[in-house]
């Protein structure tokens, strides 16, 4: 089964992901997993915030969602000798947090400045340095947010030249972060590089998409899907579900269905090494083509990646069979889940046991 695990960078994973990881510990979190995610409303996340450039400055948290009418502002916590400033808030709203900074060192422009978590034009995990924040000329302040416990953000403060209110010479925070976050519209005119705001900086929540999964004869399947990326702050996930009734169905942000991948932990598993995730593609396969169970056996190379979708709602009929695999202490019960029908997908195109696909990392697809 060797061929199949991904163990590139295996202990940074289980250590940084635990919410989100394809582990072997996975199977027994699975254990554990309820239809409806309960408890998720409750979940809070430790985020620490690293800074350079500006030990003296002080950030303010806030969660301002076009459509809601509460505007939600941390206090502000002044940057400490460790370069961080730490937070605790419920994970949920993270999803659409901007923030706010505030310099010393700044006169009164009439406006506040806020981080720039994604420059227009540079892709997810992307480093960024001031040269290209300083002439960057569109720009995104909204973090989509994470479904992890604790996460580090990091950040460069800079200083540009402005004018205060009354024409006087001044300077203003160029702060943004250095690896390009996954955020949230409106994407806004920066100022050299800068953004702010004179009363809240409102994010946009994408659209959503009705995925629903469906699988014959997988009564207590758990089911898990995620959005990887090479930095934790921007991976998207939800936890495992039970499937029921033939049927799973998720709301997944449309501009995430790109690069999804499927976790599949059938009730029947063995001690297998590795977590079984979907195949959307099966190598020489093209998209539309129908897929058997011994096509599928017979397969040598397949993607774990879905090539996404534009609609509103959509069904992806899956096939999850229990098999025999070879487990970490000799043969056992497995999990084989492939589409019944070949669908978009994404690279890498990984090497697979008899048609099995899995990994024991988080899966970053080749958007």
């Known amino acids: 089964m060797t061929p199949v695990r991904r163990v590139r960078g295996i202990v940074a994973v289980l250590a940084t992901l635990a919410a989100a990881t394809l582990a072997t510990t996975a199977q027994d979190q699975a254990h554990a997993a309820t239809d409806n995610g309960a408890g998720a409303s409750s979940a809070r996340t430790t985020l620490r915030l690293h800074f350079t450039g500006c030990d003296r400055c002080s950030v303010q948290l806030q969660h301002a969602v076009n459509g809601k009418p509460h505007v939600w502002t941390s206090k502000a916590q002044r940057i400490g000798s460790d370069h961080t400033a730490v ?17 010393p060192w700044e006169g009164n422009t009439g406006a506040v400045s806020n ?49 205060t209110l009354d024409g006087r010479a001044t300077q203003i925070p160029l702060v943004y972060a250095t690896h390009t976050m996954s955020s949230w519209k409106p994407t806004v005119t920066t100022f050299k590089g800068t953004i702010g705001n004179q009363d809240a900086f409102y994010c946009t929540r994408p659209p959503m998409t009705k995925l629903t999964l469906t699988a014959a004869d997988c009564a207590g399947c758990q089911v898990g899907v995620m959005n990887g990326a090479l930095r934790p702050e921007n991976t998207w996930s939800l936890p495992p579900r039970t499937m029921t009734d033939g049927a799973l169905t998720v ?26 995730v979907v195949a959307w593609r099966y190598g020489g396969k093209q998209v539309g083509d129908r897929v058997g169970f011994k096509a599928a056996r017979a397969a040598h190379r397949g993607s774990p990646c879905w090539g996404g979708t534009d609609e509103k709602a959509l069904t992806v009929a899956l096939t999850i069979r229990k098999v025999r695999t070879d487990g970490t202490t000799g043969p056992t019960n497995g999990t084989i889940a492939f589409a019944r029908v070949t669908q978009p997908w994404l690279r890498p195109m990984e090497r697979t046991d008899h048609g099995i696909l899995g990994s024991q990392e988080v899966i970053t697809c080749r958007k």
């Not at 937070?87 to 310099?103: C, D, E, I, N």
């Not at 540079?122 to 300083?134: E, F, G, P, T, W």
């Not at 269905?257 to 297998?272: D, M, N």
């Open 87 to 103: 937070f605790h808030l419920p994970t949920s709203r993270t999803q659409g947090l901007s923030f706010v900074l505030r310099a």
């Open 115 to 163: 981080i720039v978590t994604r420059y227009a034009g540079y892709h997810i995990d992307s480093v960024v340095d001031r040269d290209a924040a300083r002439h960057a000329q569109k720009a995104q302040g909204c973090w989509a947010g994470t479904g992890l416990d604790r996460v580090r953000l990091d950040f460069h403060v800079a200083r540009v030249d402005a004018k």
């Open 251 to 276: 709301r997944v942000p449309r501009n995430l269905t790109r690069g999804i991948s499927t976790t599949v932990y059938g009730p029947w598993e063995g001690a297998t090494g590795y977590t079984t």
